[in-house]
């Protein structure tokens, strides 16, 4: 299989890129769910840290982020299957464009809400990231807000991009998921 994207198919790295983030990102729409649900009272040791890990691996997704984000535009992108109608591309590309807005967003949502609670970010226990801002627990608040419903809005991506492409693939019959399998 080769490296690079050709016209028909995605490349390894591509695939490699596609496949470790998106199940990276569901474990960590999963672990989101999961620690949220859990009890605030007391000091819940088990709480903390999930949240610990949960930043950390937030932070590598936003490493592997910025890996895939110059890998795309470095790369063409194979051709659409011929008989997708022009609301189905368009639809497509909005999606992928709103993946790569939640791949950026979530992760500084995160890291400003961090910053904004005066709780150090780690990546992967090798060094701690700077806050970007102030403490201030009406931001940390807010953040909080907006990092929940753009975690909701991944997982409403997730649903309608696996749903398209199983439709793809067991209705229409055609090559969309088998170009992003190795």
Not at 64 to 86: E, N
Not at 90 to 102: E, T
Not at 141 to 170: D, E, N, P, Q, T
Request: proline share 5%; charged share 10%.
């Amino acid at each position: 299989m080769p490296i690079e994207n050709s016209e028909d198919h995605y490349g390894v790295v591509a695939i490699l890129l596609h496949w470790s983030m998106a199940l990276l990102l569901v474990g960590l729409a999963g672990l989101g769910l999961y620690m949220v649900s859990l009890p605030d009272v007391g000091f819940n040791t088990r709480k903390i840290t999930l949240i610990l890990y949960h930043k950390q691996f937030g932070v590598l997704a936003f490493v592997l982020f910025a890996l895939r984000l110059c890998w795309r535009v470095t790369q063409v992108l194979p051709k659409p299957v011929g008989h997708l109608p022009d609301w189905q591309m368009i639809a497509a590309r909005f999606v992928h464009l709103c993946f790569y807005g939640l791949m950026f967003a979530l992760p500084m949502t995160g890291w400003l809400m961090s910053s904004a609670a005066a709780i150090p970010v780690s990546f992967l226990g090798l060094f701690t990231l700077p806050d970007f801002i102030h403490r201030s627990d009406h931001l940390f608040s807010l953040l909080i807000g907006v990092h929940k419903w753009l975690g909701y809005a991944l997982i409403l991506l997730f649903a309608i991009h696996m749903g398209a492409a199983l439709r793809h693939h067991f209705v229409f019959r055609d090559d969309t998921l088998r170009r992003m399998l190795p």
